[in-house]
């Protein structure tokens, strides 16, 4: 730096003073943090959510009990008659 | 302490930091309610060991340089855009505008101009000068603010001033 060059007078930023927040920042700071809230964690989504995964979870355990019994009926039956409980013609 | 507590405790600090990055009343505002609710949803994650004001004051900082940075790329995306749609009379993006509220009008055109050169240096430079000389904090403060050495926040102030003196001189054509 050259003695020539002006040096920048940053005494002034020393006199910048200090000023009081907005009266309602806080009210709005509470809006936004009901807004976010609200969007992520909404009770009826939450609820229909659980609720969908119940059901499909039901819905695939009764499937499953289901089919399960049938097959076994099947196979007792075939078994009683000497036959196959598959349709493969070769063993 | 609850929210409330903090958020009184602590709010004219927030803003008055704010202030000094963006030099105007709601970029301030905005940038306020940025730090605030940040600290809403991660006061979980706030170490007990160190100081709450310290935590508060770098989140201010950051999203003080993170709201700036995303109004220059605003900026420069508005000229881009300004290329291709009809030549209209809407304003595409926001003009920067000097309205500090602490400034006393005789200072005004002073720091203006000062502000306008401040706000061109490197992030960190630009940090540890609003720290040393508008929040008046020691050089050990500045230091465990932005988690330096003092020597090292003594080096960025002096480039700072170094910088600021190089972009004035040629500003005026000296």
Redo the contacts between chains.
Sequence with gaps: ?TN???????D???????????PF??T??QQ??EN?YRTQFSPRVVFGLGVSLILIFTLNIVVLVKYNKANKVETNLAQSMNLLPDNSLYK | MTF?EI?HAH??L???LA??YVQN?EDA?EI??DV??SI?QSIGSFNENSKLSTWIYRITINKSLDFVKAKQRKKRFGFLTSLFYDDSNDVKHDAPHFD?????LE?KE??AN?FK?INQLPDNQKTA?ILS??E?KSQAEIAELMNLSPKAVESLVQRA??N???K??DS?G?
């Design positions: 730096m020539q060059q002006k040096q920048p007078n940053l002034l930023l020393e006199r910048i003073q200090k000023v009081d927040a907005p920042l806080l709005r700071i936004r943090l976010t | 409330e958020y709010k004219n927030v803003f008055n202030l000094q009343y505002e306020s309610q605030f609710v809403h500090h509220p602490g400034v006393q200072d002073g720091l000062l050169h000068l000389k508008i008046q001033k170094t600021l003196s190089k004035i001189n005026e000296k």
